[in-house]
């Protein structure tokens, strides 16, 4: 019997040209748990640039991970500075009508908005590794911290509270985002598929745009729900006193915003036109009022602003109010979707950093010069605010938001994969109807409940043969493919957990009752083997053990000799320590569905297949 | 060109032979979508039997699904009635004893745990599908109504509030139980493990043997905590209590019991002497009792049993009381450990079924003699009781849930299946030191963020080719493949989702970045292909293209072709629907990994690959 592992005398003349299944090698428990502790937290292998380098150069290899600018600092040119230049003083002038109307977003003081894109762009040109990002203020998160903090406590009654409240969740949304990367559990991040973050922001838009119907009809008492029907209940019943000076006023500036939009997608070359025209319309707005004195006259400007620069705002955090809990959550969630959005976009500039992109910026260096840009209009420039009426920064807010709603992905998403597009409706119609909090809730549990059920409900379907191959394919998605006569092959396309092997019981029993029935009432040759496709299995746990143990002890009963193919490392792992492979049978597992086939065949052709007494033989037992 | 359709230019010459791989034919939305709902919730077709036959046929049939009765009634014969009355008895003489301590975990009557063995058995003979099953109490169900409803009611300062709520809970447990079955959701049962059900379990029976400490010792006064910490505290505060008749007793009935079983398990023939031994240890220890007047030095005894049968109380549901929703909890806690309980160990009897089954039951007849025997018992025999000691009924609870803490399981667990070793100890370990929820909980979050994590850290390897052959295989499970130069064979282990779309981008970055630094160290020939084998990926979703999409960019920036092999229907179907064939270029798309490395070893001999200016020739847009 020569080569005892691999041939078995019932199949010896075949199984010598058969390729044998391979038991990886044993890995030592703390080894291999080594290993998928570092796949799992370190996918991307951080430390791989140190490897083999001297300690003094792993330094400065360090170093430069933290600080960028230590890498291209040394090569800046005077070539790039005026790029930079440029582009910095671009993205200024985006910078400081967002910043004065996301500010708004969140019921915090105007001034606040430009320091936000006064301090972080300075922290980010010399951390950054992106040259492109433009730092600055963000709708979505503003937003956010408006209407979870607005829920708690009134900005208008209680100003000092509800600032101090930003602040702490500020804080908590960096340590959290911090943490995050320390620990790296960034994958947290991943729960929230491209099709939430779609439906989410869409959503977020609009809750913000239905909020500014408060500004451009001039209306002095609105809700402080942001949920549509709230929304639309308070602004229809108080239609008489809607201002039209001031939806005129609005209309007519979103229309120029638009417009100078839809001209620079169209012609890509003019990106400046639409990147000036918030600060034209700044500037057209506040001469507006000032020569016609509409702010006698139901148009609300801004009002005093004050000059100068703040002292940081460290006495400033409240660990102790009551209301904590509130700005825990807020920081928690606020940081959670700015990383999510940050990351889902991060790839195709949004905005403030297309517009840099698009103005040609060389380094982080941009940054620099917009802080210079907003610091110098925070010193000279804020008493120009006065006069900005209110509508005009609505009608900033809604043309940026018009370009958040993503109408074009979800119509993609419909097409190409029904499901996701469920999960972008649930988190849209969650965020408009009800809150923030519901509408990611909705997504993430739609978007986990698929990944459930796809391990839950795995397909299962027939392989034939393709006509003068060795090749088994799906007969479901090749129709040319053959039967192979009295072989049943199934695939089994996800890995066997405890979580489907009760439904794979159920499932393998009626293809086979299924085939058996499809053979009796053609009356062809009788079923005699069953072969698993186990390509797709990536792993079992003790419970799929189970399942195949009981699989077996079905096909038995009915006189079907079990056959697997292809069983993967993890697979024959588990197998082999649980002794399933005593009880198949060594010689009834194959490397291919073709060779699994081709041995069927043999034995049809020799000698009877439920040789019973074969079971009993020592030979089972190598 | 002729054959358009899978000729190309540039590789015509290898096409020819290569077999295409088909995009399945499209399907009405509403057809595939009623498909899988189907296979969601009915995947064992349970209308399969009622097709093609007549309505009379049909209605029968029906009857008989739900009245098995209707089934085996009419073949009845005065043989089988012979074989059941044996068993019947003998599942008799072991529900009883069963019934009265059973009833004790639960803090009840001890009447009402015989109650159970005489109605439940005589609704099951007719309806239930099991001839082997034996119908009644069941300890880790009493154990939950005992301990859950405990927290909130004192049993002997309230019994009357604690029975209703009792009667209730198991009207909301069996009102569950039947709307997973009609909802068809009983998957939600599949997410308790056989691991988390092990350690449930074994953890349920210490828990259960540790508040038996209670009656072995003989003490008055005991925790209603069920935690191990609580209970040892509560034990060793009162020594001086301790009742050393009592506890002598006890040790000698359990050893009698143990002895017994271990007799039984290795001498099946005589099952019949472990069946016998409580019911023995009663008779035994009661007349003791009686004779000796232990009761009047320490031994506490059932006392006084109220005779005959107790009118139905329906009446007696609390749906108004505050502790309604206490009630509703542990009724749907019940309800689904009693579901999974069931249908874990429903393929190996346990205990009493095993008896049922060793007494050679013939059909669910021997129910209904077990239901004559015990109402008897109520009848006429509950005074006999008066004296039984309750050491006695400790002893028989012990012994009985000894065998339930399967620790060759949980050995057998931590040699295949490391993390369901842990989910088992989860389980073990939440339930003895804190309570059955937080026992429950433990194990099914574990449960599930393997199956996240799966999903989330699929994995990935590196595909070499066996020698004399066509076969392409892990070369970590295979040493003996070769690589094929210039070639990177990647196989993808997963369905490539939003969990994962990230790790994979970047793992897949980093595969090829050390592939590039291994040939550029080992000076061979570059990289020029990168081969996905798609054969474990059994679905994508969007996020998934787009990481498909980045990962294209990512190969053609560094003069890469990326080339996909045996990508399945629903992955062909998606890709084909976001264009990106047509990205990637129908001709890089192969049936086999050996077709696609043969395709590409072909061009690598006869011209460059990185010839750009193809991907803009009009057949790839065929």
Known sequence: MGNADYVYPSTNEYRQCAHPVAVPPPQPFFKSFKNSLKETFFPDDPLRQFKNKTPSRKFFLGLQYFLPILEWGPRYTFQFLKSDLISGITIASLAIPQGISYAKLANL????????SFIPPLIYAMMGSSRDLAVGTVA????????????????????TLYLHLAFTATFFAGLLQASLGLLRVGFIVDFLSHATIVGFMGGAATVVILQQLKGILGLQHFTQSTDIISVLRSVFSQIHEWRWESGVLGAVFLFFLLLSRYF??????FFWISAMAPLTTVILGSLLVYLTHAEKHGVDVIGNLKKGLNPPSFGDFVFTSPYLTTAVK????????????GIAVGRRPFSRSAVNFNAGCKTAMSNVVMAIAVMFTLLFLTPLFHYTPLVVLSAIIISAMLGLIDYEAAIHLWKVDKFDFVVCMGAYIGVVFASVEVGLVIAVAISV?????????????????????TIYRSVEQYPTT???????????????????????????SRWIDEEEDKLKSTGETSLQYVIFNMSAVGNIDTSGISMLEEVKKITDRRGLKLVLANPGAEVMKKLNKSKFIETIGKEWIYLTVGEAVEACNYKLHTCKPDATNEDSQPWNKV
């Open 482 to 508: 053959n039967d192979v006569p009295g072989i049943l092959i199934l695939q089994i396309d996800a890995p066997i957990y405890f979580a489907n092997s009760s439904y794979l019981r159920e499932r393998i």
């Open 264 to 269: 620079s997608k169209r012609r890509p070359k």
């Open 330 to 341: 807020t920081g928690m969630i606020t940081g959670i979707i700015a990383l999510a959005e």
């Open 140 to 159: 979505v998160a503003s937003l956010l911290i408006g209407s979870m903090l607005g829920d708690e406590v009134n900005a208008t009654e209680n100003p």
């Open 109 to 116: 003081p105007p001034i606040l908005g430009l320091y936000s």
């Open 449 to 469: 409940l698929r990944l459930l059920l796809f391990v839950a409900r795995p397909k299962t379907f027939v392989l034939g043969n393709l006509p003068n191959s």
